[in-house]
């Protein structure tokens, strides 16, 4: 098993967003870390509290370690800048969805899905909007990877019953990582 170091992984992925703000440099350097998921979980440790646990933020990017509680999910939300996501402990089930044209309430339709597993990396695009949920009865756990202050960022959430949309509470967002499910 080689060693991950997040140090060295923060570091990489800081220098690559200065020489090209675009995610693709970042997609590239967790592709390479996500080969081997049991040396990412070694320096993080076996996933036990659930939490978005910030490991750098800038205004240029936000690098966090999330843990998905059982059975936790996140309602309709959009970044408003790229990110990418790798899993390496679990699962995490991304729904995607888009606005409905034209629609007052601004609603959203689902389509399309993604199950992620460990060793998975995925891309998302500044204007996808996805929900999230750990459909499994233990902890998962993802590197995100955000172009921008993910914390700080104004966005929208859409009511996960009536699918209208909203403005994005990351307080609120925030407090769900360690509610009970």
């Known amino acids: ?14 220098k690559a967003v200065e020489d ?8 590239g350097i967790m592709q390479e870390a996500f080969k081997d998921t049991a040396a990412i979980e070694s320096a993080f440790g076996t996933p036990s509290e659930g939490g ?3 490991l750098h ?3 240029a990017l936000t690098i966090a370690n999330v843990v998905w509680q059982p059975g936790m999910s996140v ?3 959009n970044h408003n800048m790229w990110a990418v996501i790798g899993v390496y402990h679990g699962r995490e089930d991304n729904i995607f969805w888009q ?3 034209g629609d007052k309430d601004d609603r959203i339709k689902a389509v ?5 597993l460990p060793g998975d990396v995925t891309p998302l695009g500044k204007d996808i909007i996805h929900s999230v949920i750990n459909p499994i009865p233990k902890f998962s ?6 172009g921008g202050n993910f914390f700080e960022q104004e966005r929208s959430e859409w009511d996960p019953e009536t699918l209208i949309g909203g403005t994005y509470d990351v307080e609120k967002s925030l407090s769900r990582f360690t509610e009970e499910s």
């Open 52 to 54: 978005a646990f910030p």
């Open 57 to 59: 933020v800038s205004g």
């Open 112 to 116: 399309g899905a993604e199950a992620l």
């Open 141 to 146: 756990a993802a590197i995100h990877v955000y």
């Open 20 to 27: 090209d703000p675009s995610h693709r440099s970042v997609y």
């Open 99 to 101: 606005r409905v044209r």
């Open 1 to 14: 098993m080689a060693l991950f170091d997040i140090d060295t992984f923060k570091d990489a992925c800081i």
């Open 75 to 77: 309602p309709p939300h």
